[in-house]
Structure formats: C-alpha cells, structure tokens
C-alpha cells in the first residue's frame, strides 16, 4: 500500500476493521475508519457512512482526498439469511459504488474481501483449488461470488488496482464477530471461561477453513504492499491457514481447562456449513505474494485463552 496514502475504511466498526484499522495506521498517513453504526468510544477521523449511500460515498472521496478504500462493510452469512434482499444491496451495490469510484478517481488501490462462502456443494470439499466450481447456496456467497467477478472486470476494463481474499473464518479476542456461520469458533472461548460449557450449533465432525485474527491482517497488509506484477488473481485469493472441527476446537481448550464440556445442537448454521469447504489450496498466495500462516489450532487456543482470561 502507499506509504502516504488518505485510506477510507468501510465497515470499520466489525470484527476484522476494528483490528484492521490500527494496522493501516502503522503503514499508513491518514485512516478515515467508518460504519453505519457510531463507535462506542470516540474514534479518530472517525466517519457516519451508510455504504448504500453512493453520493455520501461520492463525497467523503472528494473531501477526504482518498486514495485507498478498505471496503469491509457487509451482511455476514447467517445474518444474510434472515434478510436476502438487504444482504444483496449491502454486498454487492456497495461494491459497484466502491470500483466505480476508484475508476472515477484513479484510486491507487482499493481492498474489497471475499469468502470461503464462495463455494458450494458442488465444490471438491478438501484443498478447495484457487480456480474450481463455485456455485454459492446462501445469499452471501452470491453477493461474494458476483463481487469477486465485478473485481476481476474492473481490474481488466478499467485499470482498477483491485485486491482481495477469500478469508477463512477469523478467530480474534478484541471484538466479537457480525453474524457468521463460522462465529461458533470465537463463542466458544468466551463461553469456555465464563460457563465451563458451550452449546454447539455445528455438528461434532464439521470441518471449516479458520485463521486467527493477526495472521489475517497481516496478510491483508502483505497483499496490499506486493508489486502488482506479482498478482495473477483479481477476482479474489484463497487463504488459508488451519481447518478444524467443533471437536477438534474443544479438545484444544480441554488442554488448558479440562472440565470444559461441549454439546452440539445444529441449527441452519451447519446446513451452510456443509456446504463450504473443509480445506483450502492457497498455493496461489504462497507462490505469489509469499503467504505464510503463523498460527495453527493450539497456538490461537493458547493466545485466544490467555487473552480474554485478561478482559
Ligand atoms: P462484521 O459483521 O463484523 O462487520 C461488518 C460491519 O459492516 C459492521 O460494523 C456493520 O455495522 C457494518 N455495516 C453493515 N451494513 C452497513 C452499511 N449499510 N453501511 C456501512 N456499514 C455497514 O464483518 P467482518 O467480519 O468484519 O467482515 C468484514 C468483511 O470481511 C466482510 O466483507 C466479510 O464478508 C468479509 N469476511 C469476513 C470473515 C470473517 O470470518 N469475519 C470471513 C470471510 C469474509
Ligand atoms: N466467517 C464468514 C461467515 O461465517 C465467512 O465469510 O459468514
């Protein structure tokens, strides 16, 4: 990313912009962090923005002399369920005002995530491959799939520096996460130390793709400073650093509190579960940006425990 860049960041007030934030201010001049919802603490440059609003967009843009968008702003998969249409306009027109703007405006670059939601039943299920059948069965990863696609022409019609992950399920202490199929994996800690015990609602032996919340900002960072040579994928890289199931998870925290208990009682989380891959080939992102995890299953368990343990 540009050293002096103005960057704008929508959504900042979710589970990976209220950590992500901080980091761009590490590389970066200015951040203008923003959200529908006003933060709880007072935020600096902090901005009330509506992503459906194109011409506030449009303004802030102007005003604020941006030259980067962080567009995190997003209905997460389970959330999306309850509420299609809206999960629809929030994902995807937002990211049509994004790419138009950053074509308007010569942008350097613009970062615009994706998911593991992508894929669907028809997908190979273990070490899911960069390029394969996604063929999306929630709202979500419709909104993710086409939005991976309006990237990718954007990048060839209109010269757009456009950049993108398709995150696994991130696991991090600072924040809780915005309604996610994959939420069950930070509830699990919170609830490990409060009540001994956690209601599951994935199934036992349901294997989904996960990364501890630093290792997904850094490569959000790393992505952003590689030399656009590099990159072949503008549509959206695979990321991956460890999958896991429920049980896995809960024999990880029983090494550390053994009177924890699980049960499991699915709901239409698992259904979405089942439908996303258990693993991940992000060999693209080894080879060419040099992606390498830091964290595997007991390290989070170690950090996330001693972490909240200090909340
Ligand atoms: P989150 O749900 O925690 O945060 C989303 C934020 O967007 C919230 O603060 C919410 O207030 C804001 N928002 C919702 N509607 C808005 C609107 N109309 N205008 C402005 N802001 C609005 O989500 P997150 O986990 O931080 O995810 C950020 C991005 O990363 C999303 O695009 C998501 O799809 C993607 N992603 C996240 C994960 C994950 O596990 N967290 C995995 C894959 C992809
Ligand atoms: N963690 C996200 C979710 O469960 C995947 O994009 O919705």
């Given at each position: ?6 960057v704008l960041v929508t959504g900042a007030g979710g589970q990976i912009g209220s950590?992500l934030v901080?980091?761009l ?6 951040v203008y962090p923003s959200d529908i919802r006003?933060p709880?603490?007072?935020q600096?440059h902090f901005l009330q923005l509506d992503v459906l609003d194109k011409?506030r967009m449009r303004e802030i843009v102007?005003?604020y002399?941006i030259?980067e968008i962080f567009h995190l702003a997003a209905i ?13 306009r929030v994902n995807l027109e937002s990211v049509l005002t994004v790419l138009?703007l950053a074509?308007?405006?010569?942008l350097?670059?613009v970062f615009i995530p ?33 939005g ?30 915005g ?41 959000t ?91």
């Open positions: 990313m540009n050293k002096r860049a103005n950590e901080a980091a201010r590490e590389v970066n001049n200015i006003a709880e603490n007072p600096e011409e102007i005003e002399e030259e997460l998969s389970a959330k999306g369920e309850e509420n299609p249409m809206l999960a629809w138009e074509a308007e405006f010569k350097f670059k994706s998911s593991i939601a992508v894929f669907g039943l028809g997908t190979p299920k273990d070490n899911t491959p960069q390029n394969t059948i996604t063929a999306p069965d929630t709202v979500y990863g419709i909104t993710k799939l086409a991976e696609r309006w990237c990718n022409y954007y990048y060839n019609k209109k010269g757009v520096d456009v950049r993108s992950l398709r995150y696994p399920g991130l696991v991090g202490y600072k924040t809780l996460p309604g996610g199929t994959t939420d069950y994996a930070v509830d699990i800690y919170h609830k490990a130390l409060k009540d001994g015990h956690y209601d599951c609602y994935i199934s036992k032996d349901v294997a989904m793709p996960m990364m501890y919340m630093p290792d997904a900002i850094r490569a960072v790393e992505l952003l400073q590689a030399p656009p040579d590099n990159l072949t994928v503008r549509s959206s890289y695979n990321l991956s650093a460890m999958s896991f199931t429920p049980e896995q998870i809960a024999a990880s925290i029983k090494k550390h509190i053994p009177t924890f208990t699980i049960d499991y009682k699915p709901d239409f989380r698992d259904d979405i579960a089942r439908t996303w891959p258990s693993s991940i080939d992000d060999s693209a992102a080894r080879r060419e940006w040099n992606w390498r995890h830091e964290y595997d299953l007991d390290k989070m368990t170690e950090d996330m425990l001693m972490n909240l343990e200090g909340v």
